[in-house]
């Protein structure tokens, strides 16, 4: 079955540094797409960026960055010079690649609470 | 902003109660989604409609009633919920079901609380 794993429960960075939050995942599809989302305390979820598996080249949007290793099945979001806005909520998501009734499913990992101290 | 609209954003019930969420989009996408959240966990999906279709229901007790009247609307009814059923209710979009690199765009949420 599928399976997204995020290990941080929360992750704290210095305002203007880079930071990490890991996701890998777990499917035996060879089509499948990865997501991140952001979610702060007002509730509505954010898309942030996309990875296709097939994708060669990793993903980037703006200082959002995704480091996809395939063979190790991991999603890293890569969030460069944070801001005080960055402080969220964040989910990694997975869409399976094969039909199921008609409907595609969509997974999120647990999230990673992202705190930036000025 | 975001281009899926969701009214009410909070909702204060009674077990007893019959009340909506509404649910709209104009990206002229073909599948919507409803997903329910409770405090610090990721969202669960509920049901997925695809081209006004129900295609997918996640076993959701039947006091949770969808309705897509067409494709740019999508409604959750409400009707004898438990305090249990407190929560953010999403609703969601992408341009269709059939493809895993279809983004899933989501509403602001509808917060919850039976009371």
């Known amino acids: 079955a599928q399976k997204i794993t995020q290990t941080q429960p929360g992750m704290f960075v210095q305002e203007k540094e880079a930071v990490t939050l890991d996701c890998t995942y777990d499917t035996s599809d060879q089509s499948y797409g990865l997501f991140w989302y952001k979610q702060p305390s007002s509730g509505e979820m954010i898309f942030l960026i996309y990875q296709g598996s097939y994708d060669e080249q990793n993903a980037t949007e703006g200082r959002y960055s995704l480091n996809f290793q395939k063979a190790r099945k991991s999603a890293n979001l890569v969030i460069s010079a944070s801001q005080l806005g960055d402080s969220a909520m964040y989910f990694c998501?997975?869409?399976?690649?094969?039909?199921?009734?008609?409907?595609?499913?969509?997974?999120f990992g647990a999230g990673t609470r992202l705190f930036v101290k000025a | 902003d975001t281009e899926v609209t969701q009214t009410p954003k909070h909702l204060v019930m009674g077990m007893t109660n019959k009340k909506s969420l509404k649910c709209e989009q104009h990206m002229g996408h073909r599948a919507m989604y409803w997903y329910k959240q409770k405090a610090k966990k990721p969202p669960e999906l509920m049901f997925v409609y695809s081209y006004e279709k129900l295609s997918i229901n996640e076993s959701v007790p039947s006091r949770f009633s969808p309705e897509c009247p067409n494709s740019s609307l999508l409604n959750l009814h409400l009707h004898a919920l438990q305090p249990e059923d407190s929560a953010l209710y999403l609703c969601?979009?992408?341009?269709?079901?059939?493809?895993?690199?279809?983004?899933?765009?989501f509403g602001e949420g509808s917060w919850l609380t039976v009371v």
């Open positions: 998501a997975m869409r399976e690649g094969r039909r199921n009734t008609g409907g595609f499913k969509t997974i």
């Open positions: 969601a979009s992408s341009q269709s079901g059939e493809s895993s690199g279809n983004t899933i765009y």
